[in-house]
């Protein structure tokens, strides 16, 4: 599937009274995700520890 074609799809999937917004917060979620399992896959990872330990901080 095509980056064209996951786009179209998550529009259609969504609900007829979404916003813009909404399709863009759905749009941006699934690239993080499939960012993160792109780094994932590179090696590119943190134990769980670490980021219990990260987001600690962030939430301080």
């Known amino acids: ?3 064209k ?4 799809q998550v529009v259609k999937e969504l609900p007829d009274d979404a916003t ?4 863009m917060e ?3 979620l699934l ?9 994932a896959d590179a090696g ?3 134990s769980a ?3 219990r330990i ?3 901080r962030w939430l301080r």
């Open 54 to 56: 990260r987001l600690a």
């Open 5 to 8: 074609e996951k786009i179209v």
């Open 26 to 28: 759905r749009l941006y």
């Open 31 to 39: 690239y993080k995700i499939q960012r993160g399992l792109e780094q």
């Open 49 to 51: 520890e670490e980021a």
């Open 20 to 23: 813009i917004e909404e399709a």
């Open 1 to 3: 599937m095509t980056e």
């Open 44 to 46: 590119q990872k943190v």
